[in-house]
């Protein structure tokens, strides 16, 4: 079978795995197609100004609480920046947003304060999800309706909707693309610098690199695990350069961790290999537009989950569905597609990166 087609045979799985994604793509607007392509200007509009009819015009006043962890980085930090810049856009929106926490037990406290408070919805990115499924559990039981964010409760029933990225698409998607630059090449060397090796979403991640590299006759030669912060992904990278004298490919599951990584890679003088990120950070985008830096592709893992999230908490209150879909509903699990950037398609992606 030839490379083309692995490939090619790699990116169907994906698709495959990923069908709800192509639901997904649809949140970005939430609402009928009908009113053509419009404008930016148009597209962040008021709600008072959308077509009537749409699910964009104004409605019954929804109060939906927020609570997410510290932006202790750059994606968490637009996690909720997100959040709040897309509930701004309606004036039937009031989002009560919690001060973000690493403490479970102070986040867990957050939601309580929303139950007693008879929010309309919550909206949450657990922390630690099996610790807050309770008290989401609560929530529903309550008459709340929950959509859990990124980090998946450990009973379906604590949240009426889940959204989520897709992290072993990331490693699909990193994989598929190596595949693709190797064009055949069965002796490139391939690295990997994961992120905190004892979570199940970089599990996930290695897993699916893992997976896609052997569609076409490829491993992970060298592998080293970080910690999603810059001085890890320094430390990490230095770790792996001094280890492996030669790399044609190195996927770093995370941009923010990448900064550190970058600037161990030109510490080193080293430039012989190409390196592909994850997340989809502005920083990233730009080095890829720039062509200067040995970074040449980044995986998206959209910080627009929660934004999201906002926005089909307003869809449930308000008695709506997706329109995009023919279903009446909204689904109950929406996982975001994650494509590979590259300076042929960085202009796509750049405005809704998020800055590390």
Not at 194 to 204: E, K, N, R, V
Not at 249 to 275: C, K, P, S
Request: proline share 3%.
């Amino acid at each position: 079978m030839s490379l083309r087609s692995t490939t090619l045979r790699s990116r169907k799985r994906l698709a495959v795995g990923l069908v709800a994604g192509v639901a997904a793509l649809s949140l970005a607007a939430c609402t009928s197609n009908d009113s053509g392509g419009g404008d930016d200007d148009a597209a962040s509009a008021p709600s008072t100004a959308a077509a009537a009819g749409s699910n964009d015009e104004s409605g019954d006043k929804v109060v939906i609480g927020f609570s997410a962890p510290a932006a202790d980085h750059g994606w968490m930090g637009s996690i909720t920046e997100s959040a709040q810049k897309e509930a701004a856009k309606y004036d039937d929106v009031d989002l009560r947003v919690a001060d973000g926490t690493n403490d479970v037990s102070v986040q867990i406290s957050q939601v309580e304060t929303f139950i007693n408070d008879k929010v309309d919805a919550i909206v949450l990115l657990p922390f630690d999800g099996a610790a807050m499924t309770p008290v989401a559990l609560k929530a529903m039981d309550a008459g709340i309706p929950v959509i859990n964010v990124d980090r998946e409760f450990d009973d379906p029933n604590a949240a009426r909707v889940t959204v989520l990225g897709d992290n072993y698409g990331m490693g699909v998607s990193a994989g598929a693309y190596v595949c693709e630059q190797a064009d055949g090449n069965k002796d490139a060397v391939v690295a990997e610098i994961a992120g905190i090796d004892s979570l199940p979403l970089t599990q996930d991640r290695s897993r699916g690199f893992k997976d896609a590299l052997s569609e076409c006759g490829l491993n992970v030669d060298n592998r080293v695990a970080a910690d999603f912060t810059v001085e890890g992904g320094s430390d990490a990278a230095e770790q792996l350069l001094q280890a492996a004298p030669k790399i044609d490919y190195l996927w770093n599951h995370d941009d923010d961790q990448g900064v550190g990584v970058l600037a161990a890679i030109d510490n080193a003088g080293r430039d012989e290999f190409t390196m592909i990120g994850g997340a989809g950070s502005k920083n990233a985008m730009e080095a890829i537009q720039s062509g200067d830096s040995a970074l040449k592709a980044t995986v998206i893992y959209p910080s627009t989950q929660a934004a999201d999230g906002v926005k089909l908490a307003r869809l449930l209150v308000q008695g709506k569905s997706m329109s995009d879909l023919v279903e009446v509903e909204v689904p109950r699990t929406v996982q975001l597609y994650a494509p590979v950037v590259t300076a042929d398609n960085v202009d796509q992606f750049i405005g809704s990166a998020f800055t590390s």
